[in-house]
C-alpha cells in the first residue's frame, strides 16, 4: 500500500479554500431556525403550493426565480421545479455555482435541513459582496429525474440561465435537528466522469476545518479514524462499486449534473451531535468562496482518481496497471487461441508449426459471427434502452427473468446439452478464429473504457474473466462441456445482474465483513452468522427477487435518464463475447492433425 | 617690470592664503564624483496576474507610497500593475488594496497613477522600458528619461524560479535578459547606479547573471528556496503581503527624507527569522560599501541643498534690542556658528554644490576662522594697487 497512494493537495492557486473567514454563524441559525418552522408547518401542501411560497421568500431576497414544469412521464404526476438566480452585481454574468436541496431525498424523507440551510444560505449570499459568479438555487421535488431534466433543460431549453455552472453541490438533510453528526461527500458521476479532485478536495478541507469529520465511499463512523489495510481496502471496494454503478440507481443526485462539464458533489448530513447545522452552512459557504476564486474552469488536479479516504487517493497512474492486467487476460487468451488453437484435447507445441495461418473463409466466417452477435446483442441494448420511452406497457419483472436471466442461464448449459443433442462438426479454424476474434475484442474494449471509466472496466474484466478458459474440443468429452458450462455461467451477465442486484437491495454492508476477517473470532463470526439468519428469517423473499429488477431497469433507463453507457457497453462487449464463446464451447471441431495424417496415409 | 611686479605678488599671497581650502574642496569633489546623482527614479513592477496573487500588487503599491513618500515625483516612478484587484468582484473592498490585515493603510487612494497595467506588462514593454527603445509615438509619461546621473530603484515581484521570473502567467523573463539591459542601460549612460530588489521564489538567482557596474543586488530567497506570504486577511480571503517586502516595509518605515540609514542597515535587518528565507545580497558590481550608502539614494529624491550660516545675520534689521550689542550674545552666537559648522565641512561634500571657482575672497571670507588672513590679503592689495598706481 505505501507508495501506491498519495495524500491529496489542492492543486489549483486560486481555490484558497478555508483562507476566508466564513460569517455564516449564530445569527444566520436563527433564520435558518424560522425557516425550518415554515418548512416544517407547509409539509403537507402540494408542491406548488410549497414552491409558491418559497418562490415569494426569493423574490423578496432578491433572487429572479423561475419554475421549470416537469410530467413525471410514468405517473403523470406535475413535479415543478422552483430555481432561483443571483445575478451577482460584480460578475461577468457568465459563470454560476449551483446549491440544489430536493424536496425530497433519495429515501423519499423530507429534506428539512437542507431546504431550511439552503434558504438561510440564499439570504446570506446575499448581503456578501464578493461574488464573482452567479448563484443559482433549485429546489427540485427530488434529486433524481426531475433535477436531471432541469439541468438537461438548463442547457437546452431554458431562457433564465445564470451562465455556466462550474460547480454544484447537492445537499441531503432530512433531519430537523439542530446538530448533525458527520458528513458524506459522494463523488461519482455518471460512464466515470468524476468531479476534479480540487473539488471535493476544497469541500473535505474545509469540513475538516470546520472539525467536521468527512466519509467518502459510505465509511461507516467508526472507521473514520482508522488507516489500515484492510478500512482503506473496504473503501477502496466500496469506492469502485459507487463508481461503477454511477448512472444506474433510482437515486442520483450529484450524478444529475454529469455530462455537462460540471463538478458536481453530494454532501449528506448523518445524524449526530458533534457538530450542527451552521457547520454545514459555513463548509458550503466556504466552498462556494472557493468555487468563485476560481478563474478559469476546475483543470488542474485529477479528474480520474479512487479516494481511499477524504485525504488519500489513488491516481490514474497507479490504478491503471491493475485494469490494464485484467483485460490483457483476454488479449493473453487470445493470442492462446492463436497460437495454441484454444483446443481442450490438442498438444499446444505440436501445433504451432502450422497454427499461425487461418484458412480465409473460416476466418472471414469466424469475422462474421462475431461482427453478427456484437451487432445483435448492440440492437438488443439499443432496443430496451428505448423501451420506456416508447410508452409500451412491460412488467419490469418478466423483462428481467423471462427475457434476460433465464434464457441466459439455459444457453449457458449450451455445451453439455450439445453433447449429447448436436452432433455437428465444423472447422477447426472458425473456432479458433472467433476465439481470438471475440476475446482480443474483449481485451481491446476492457482497455478503451478503462481509460474513461476504470472501476467498469475492472469489474466487467473481473466478472468475465472465466470466459478466457472456455475451450473447443475436438475429441468429445462430457467433462471439458461441464467444465465450459461451469465457466460460461459463471461469466454470464445475468448471474452478475443477480448477484449485484442483490447485494444493492439489501445494503450489504461490506464493513462487516471486513470486521470479522480482520479481527477473526469464532464468537465474532458466530454472531454475524446469527444476525445473518435473523436477517433471512425477516426479509421478505420478493427483495431477493426485486433486487436484480430494479438493478436491470436502472440499467435499461441509464442511457435515457442520464446517458449512461453501462448497459450498451455490457452488451457491446461482454453479452456478445460471452454468447461467442457459448457457440465455441458448444461444437466439436475436425481433428485437423489427424485430417491431415489420413490425407498423407491416403496419398 | 616694477609696474607688473606687484600686482603679480598679490596674486601669488592671495593664492597662497586661499590655496588650503580650494584644494580640501577639490578631493572631496573627485572622489565622490562617479557617484554623484541627480536625480531618482523607481522601477516597480508586480508580474502576476489573478486574484490569488493580491499580495503582488499589494508589495508593489507599497513601494510604490514608499518611494513616493520619501519624495521621488510620479513622473519619476513606472508602476506596472499586471492585474487589477481592486476592481477585482472578488474584492469585499471594493477599489481599496491593503497591506496588512488591520487594513489602517489603504493603498490604491485616489493618487495612484499606474504606468502599464493588466496585459501591457509584457517582458517586451519591461525590456524597453529599461532600454529605452521605443516607437515615436510612446508617451513620455511611460518611458524612463533616465540619464547617467540617475540612481534607479528596480523592484520585481511575482512568481520566480531559477533564473527567471513569470510575467502575466503567459511569459517569462530570464536573468541573462535583465542583465543584458542593464549592460545596454549602461552604455547608453542611463543611469549612476542600479538598486536591483526582487521579491519572488529563487528570487537570487535573478541578479546572478548581471555583469554592468554599478548594480546592487537584493533577492528575498536563494535557490531552490520559496519565497512566503507574511500573512492573510480573513475577510479578503487572501495572503495580502510577503514575507521580505513586509519587512522591508518595516524598516522603510522609520526612514525619512533626512534618514541617515544605510542600505547595509537594511540588509541588517532582514534575517531568517523574520523572512523565511535567505535573503541575498551582491555588491560584486558595486564600488560603494552598502554601509556608505544612504537609503535615500535611492529610495527617495533628495536633493542636496547646502544652507549657509554665516555668522552674522546677514538680513538682520536692527529693532533697538540692546542684548544684540552685548558682547557676551555676540560671542556665543559665533561658537555656536562654528560648532555648527565644523562637522557639515569635514564629513559631507557639502561645498561640492556651492560655486567651486568662484571668488576667492568670498571663499576666504566665508571661513570665519580665517578672519585674519582675509584682512591682511584685502590690506595688501589695497596697498600693492596703491603702490602701482601712485607711480603714474
Avoid at chain 1, 72 to 81: A, L, M, R, S, V
Avoid at chain 1, 258 to 264: L, R
Avoid at chain 1, 565 to 587: A, D, H, Q, R, Y
Wanted: proline share 4%.
Amino acid at each position: 500500500m505505501e507508495g501506491q497512494n498519495r495524500h491529496t493537495y489542492i492543486s489549483e492557486n486560486a481555490l484558497m479554500p478555508s483562507q476566508a473567514h466564513p460569517f455564516f454563524r449564530e445569527s444566520e441559525w436563527n433564520f435558518v431556525r424560522g425557516y425550518r418552522n415554515e418548512i416544517i408547518s407547509m409539509m403537507h401542501m402540494p408542491l406548488a403550493a410549497k414552491n409558491q411560497v418559497f418562490n415569494d421568500l426569493l423574490t423578496e431576497m432578491g433572487y429572479k426565480t423561475e419554475i421549470l414544469n416537469y410530467t413525471d412521464p410514468e405517473t403523470g404526476i406535475e413535479k415543478p421545479t422552483l430555481y432561483a438566480i443571483y445575478h451577482v452585481p460584480k460578475g461577468d454574468d457568465t459563470e454560476a455555482m449551483v446549491l440544489t436541496a430536493p424536496w425530497y431525498n433519495p429515501e423519499g424523507k423530507f429534506n428539512v435541513n437542507a431546504l431550511a440551510l439552503s434558504l438561510g444560505l440564499a439570504k446570506y449570499f446575499r448581503r456578501l459582496s464578493i461574488w464573482a459568479k452567479n448563484i443559482i438555487i433549485i429546489f427540485p421535488d427530488n434529486s433524481d429525474d426531475v433535477l436531471r431534466n432541469w439541468v438537461d433543460a438548463y442547457h437546452t431549453s431554458l431562457d433564465n440561465t445564470g451562465g455556466s455552472i462550474e460547480a454544484a453541490i447537492v445537499l441531503d438533510c432530512p433531519s430537523s435537528k439542530d446538530y448533525l453528526g458527520h458528513i458524506e461527500i459522494e463523488y461519482a458521476g455518471v460512464n466515470g466522469q468524476l468531479p476534479n479532485l480540487d473539488l471535493v478536495n476544497t469541500a473535505i478541507m474545509v469540513a475538516e476545518n470546520e472539525a467536521v469529520k468527512v466519509s467518502v465511499n459510505g465509511c461507516p463512523f467508526g472507521q473514520l479514524w482508522t488507516n489500515d489495510y484492510y478500512s482503506r481496502l473496504c473503501s477502496l471496494v466500496n469506492g469502485i462499486f459507487e463508481i461503477a454503478g454511477a448512472g444506474i440507481s433510482e437515486s442520483l443526485n450529484a450524478q444529475c449534473f454529469s455530462g455537462w462539464n460540471i463538478q458536481a458533489i453530494t454532501i449528506r448530513a448523518i445524524d449526530g451531535d458533534r457538530n450542527d447545522i451552521t457547520n454545514l452552512g459555513r463548509i458550503i459557504e466556504s466552498t462556494f468562496r472557493s468555487v468563485n476564486n476560481l478563474l478559469e474552469k476546475f483543470h488542474q488536479s485529477f479528474f480520474f482518481y479512487l479516494l481511499l479516504d477524504p485525504k488519500i487517493f489513488v491516481s490514474v497512474g497507479m490504478y491503471l496497471p491493475a485494469g490494464g492486467l485484467a483485460a490483457a487476460a483476454f488479449v493473453v487468451a487470445s493470442v492462446n487461441a492463436w497460437v495454441g488453437g484454444n483446443d481442450a484435447s490438442a498438444d499446444v507445441i505440436s501445433r504451432i508449426q502450422h497454427s499461425l495461418l487461418i484458412k480465409s473463409i473460416p476466418l472471414v466466417a469466424a469475422c462474421l459471427t462475431a461482427i453478427a452477435s456484437i451487432g445483435v446483442c448492440v440492437f438488443f441494448a439499443l432496443y430496451t434502452s428505448g423501451i420506456f420511452d416508447q410508452s409500451m406497457e412491460f412488467d419490469p419483472f418478466d423483462l428481467t427473468y423471462k427475457w434476460f436471466v433465464l434464457p441466459l442461464f439455459i444457453s449457458s448449459l449450451t455445451p453439455v446439452v450439445s453433447y449429447f443433442l448436436l452432433k455437428v462438426k465444423i472447422s477447426a479454424d472458425y473456432t479458433r478464429a472467433l476465439s481470438l476474434i471475440v476475446l482480443f475484442f474483449m481485451g481491446y474494449a476492457l482497455v478503451g473504457l478503462m481509460v474513461l471509466n476504470f472501476p467498469l472496466s475492472f469489474v466487467i474484466a473481473i466478472c468475465a474473466s472465466p470466459l478466457c478458459f472456455v475451450r473447443y474440443a475436438s475429441k468429445p468429452s462430457l467433462k471439458r462441456r461441464l467444465i465450459n458450462s461451469v465457466f460460461l455461467f459463471i461469466s454470464c451477465p445475468a448471474l452478475w445482474l443477480i448477484v449485484f442486484g442483490i447485494i444493492h437491495k439489501t445494503e450489504f454492508d461490506l464493513d462487516r465483513l471486513r470486521n470479522i476477517v480482520q479481527y477473526f473470532e469464532f464468537s465474532l463470526l458466530q454472531k454475524e452468522v446469527q444476525n445473518l439468519l435473523d436477517y433471512l428469517e425477516d426479509v421478505d423473499p420478493q427483495v431477493f427477487l426485486d433486487g436484480p429488477v430494479e438493478l436491470f431497469i436502472g440499467l435499461l433507463k441509464g442511457y435515457n435518464r442520464v446517458q449512461c453507457w453501462t448497459w450498451i457497453f455490457v452488451c457491446f462487449s461482454w453479452l456478445p463475447v460471452w454468447i461467442s464463446m457459448n457457440l465455441i464451447g458448444s461444437i466439436y471441431v475436425y481433428d485437423e492433425i489427424s485430417d491431415k495424417e489420413v490425407e498423407k496415409k491416403n496419398q | 617690470m616694477k609696474v607688473s611686479f606687484f600686482p603679480l605678488l598679490a596674486f601669488l599671497l592671495s593664492a597662497v592664503f586661499a590655496a588650503e581650502p580650494i584644494s580640501n574642496a577639490q578631493t572631496t569633489d573627485n572622489s565622490e564624483s562617479e557617484h554623484q546623482h541627480t536625480n531618482n527614479w523607481a522601477v516597480i513592477i508586480s508580474t502576476s496576474r489573478f486574484w490569488f496573487n493580491y499580495r503582488h500588487m499589494a508589495n508593489s503599491l507599497s513601494m510604490y507610497r514608499t518611494v513616493k513618500r520619501l519624495g521621488i515625483p510620479d513622473s519619476q516612478i513606472i508602476l506596472m500593475l499586471s492585474d487589477d484587484i481592486a476592481c477585482n468582484p472578488r474584492n469585499a473592498f471594493q477599489g481599496e488594496v491593503f497591506n496588512n490585515a488591520d487594513r489602517q493603510l489603504e493603498l490604491y487612494g485616489d493618487n495612484i497613477k499606474v504606468d502599464y497595467r493588466g496585459y501591457e506588462v509584457t517582458v517586451e514593454n519591461f525590456i524597453r522600458l529599461l532600454t529605452d527603445r521605443w516607437p515615436k509615438e510612446q508617451p513620455r509619461s511611460k518611458r524612463l528619461l533616465t540619464d547617467e546621473n540617475s540612481n534607479i530603484f528596480i523592484y520585481l515581484t511575482g512568481h520566480g524560479g531559477d533564473e527567471f521570473l513569470k510575467f502575466q502567467d503567459a511569459e517569462e523573463i530570464s536573468s541573462y535578459d535583465i542583465a543584458d539591459a542593464f549592460e545596454q542601460m549602461y552604455e547608453k549612460k542611463r543611469y549612476n547606479e542600479i538598486f536591483f530588489m526582487i521579491d519572488t521564489c529563487q528570487a537570487n538567482t535573478m541578479y546572478s547573471k548581471f555583469y554592468s557596474p554599478n548594480i546592487i543586488s537584493c533577492g528575498s530567497s536563494a535557490l531552490h528556496e520559496s519565497s512566503y506570504s507574511h500573512h492573510s486577511d480573513t475577510e479578503i480571503g487572501v495572503a495580502v503581503i510577503d514575507r521580505f517586502t513586509y519587512y522591508t516595509l518595516e524598516f522603510l518605515e522609520n526612514i525619512t527624507t533626512t534618514s541617515k540609514s544605510t542600505l547595509q542597515d537594511l540588509f541588517d535587518s532582514y534575517t531568517y527569522e523574520k523572512i523565511h528565507s535567505n535573503v541575498g545580497i551582491s555588491t560584486e558590481l558595486f564600488n560603494r560599501d552598502p554601509k556608505d550608502v544612504l537609503i535615500t539614494d535611492f529610495f527617495g529624491n533628495v536633493q542636496k541643498t547646502v544652507i549657509d550660516e554665516p555668522t552674522e545675520d546677514l538680513l538682520y534689521v536692527y529693532d533697538g534690542d540692546e542684548n544684540d550689542y552685548s558682547a557676551e550674545t555676540k560671542l556665543r552666537k559665533v561658537d555656536d556658528a562654528s560648532d555648527l559648522k565644523r562637522p557639515n565641512v569635514t564629513a559631507k561634500s557639502s561645498t561640492k554644490n556651492s560655486s567651486f571657482g568662484s571668488n576667492v575672497i568670498t571663499l576666504a571670507w566665508k571661513e570665519n576662522t580665517d578672519y585674519l588672513y582675509s584682512s591682511a590679503l584685502t590690506v595688501l592689495i589695497i596697498v600693492t594697487f596703491f603702490f602701482a598706481y601712485n607711480k603714474f
